[in-house]
């Protein structure tokens, strides 16, 4: 396997280069959201309102980091299972969402809108939060404070390990390998 650099903000062509199984690390603005964010957005999306930043060409990272330490930039800030966002993502890929960050499997629909409109999922290691937030270099609240460790922020990060699960032709690497040591049935 080759080890990709992405660089945010990230376009088709970079979409298009990454298969899954890649191994990449991630280096720019990325922003944060988790649940309660991903209701608001697509509240304001329904009711024909705008968001309060561009999700264009953006990954965004499925993440409610802890508090900061004195001294630190940011607290833990380990993947939270993707699933949970899956009834919200497909609207926000339509709108030029490029990728996202997270932990475990996306359902159909999601997988459905990356292909039509070119988007990625990457997998962060789960468990390794205070690892992966040594890779965040900057952290600033971008909107909904008032839903603390859940506001969206937009993070300075800095390679980033990540794998790509599944590309933008809907391969998934979770299925490869279930596929690959899969005894045929008798």
């Not at 490029?98 to 996306?106: D, N, Q, S, W």
């Not at 600033?140 to 839903?147: M, S, T, V």
């Not at 300075?156 to 299925?175: K, S």
Request: net charge positive; proline share 5%; charged share 25%.
């Amino acid at each position: 396997m080759v080890e990709k650099i992405v660089r945010t903000p990230i376009d088709d062509r970079t979409v298009e280069s990454l298969k899954a199984g890649d191994i990449v690390k991630i280096s720019g603005k990325v922003l944060t959201g988790r649940d309660a964010a991903h209701k608001k957005m697509i509240d304001l999306i329904d009711s024909g309102k705008e968001l309060p930043f561009d999700i264009k060409g953006q990954i965004i990272y499925y993440v409610g980091p802890t508090p900061a330490k004195p001294g630190m930039v940011i607290g833990s800030a380990g993947p939270t299972t993707s699933s949970r966002m899956d009834s919200y993502a497909p609207k926000l890929i339509e709108r030029g969402l490029k990728g996202m960050i997270g932990k475990g499997y996306r359902s159909g629909d999601v997988v459905e809108a990356m292909k039509k409109y070119k988007a990625v999922y990457f997998g962060a290691v789960g468990g390794a939060g205070a690892l992966l937030s040594k890779t965040i270099v900057g952290s600033e609240i971008l909107a909904w404070e008032e839903l603390g460790t859940e506001a969206v922020r937009i993070l300075d990060v800095r390679d980033l390990p990540a794998t790509v699960i599944i590309d933008c032709n809907g391969n998934d690497l979770y299925a490869m390998g279930r596929a690959k040591y899969e005894k045929p049935q008798k």
